[in-house]
């Protein structure tokens, strides 16, 4: 069993800054690959980031490239995803997730083990 827990979500105006953070606990061993979706009402969940253990591979999605940064902290069981300059598009619930897979992988059907979520709101 691996447990994830998602924080840091919240409300922020358009150009402002998150940081959000996920915690893994359980069966560590097996969360090689982690990532970042999201999900808005109406619409299925995409893909926003992920991240290999070593932090080496680090693809993101095109709407987030150049204002996202993902990274990890196994010392903590930890990945983090900075989110800059937000737009109201990115308005979402925020899963983080994990994967005993070695790529991190853009498709969610890879991960087996997810978190509740996280609120993230951008206003206008």
């Known amino acids: 069993q691996v447990q994830l827990v998602e924080s840091g979500g919240g409300l922020v105006q358009a150009g402002g800054s998150l940081r959000l953070s996920c915690a893994a606990s359980?069966?560590?061993?097996?969360?090689?690959?982690m990532g970042w979706f999201r999900q808005a009402p109406g619409k299925e969940r995409e893909f926003v980031a992920s991240?290999?253990?070593?932090?080496?591979?680090?693809p993101y999605a095109n709407s987030v490239k150049g204002r996202f940064t993902i990274s990890r902290d196994n010392a903590k069981n930890t990945v983090f995803l900075q989110m800059n300059s937000l737009k109201p598009e990115d308005t979402g619930v925020y899963y983080c997730?994990?994967?005993?897979?070695?790529?991190?992988?853009?498709?969610?059907?890879?991960?087996?083990?997810w978190g509740q979520g996280t609120q993230v709101t951008v206003s206008s």
């Open positions: 991240i290999t253990w070593d932090g080496r591979g680090t």
């Open positions: 359980g069966r560590t061993l097996r969360t090689n690959a």
């Open positions: 997730a994990a994967s005993f897979r070695h790529i991190a992988s853009m498709l969610a059907d890879e991960y087996g083990y």
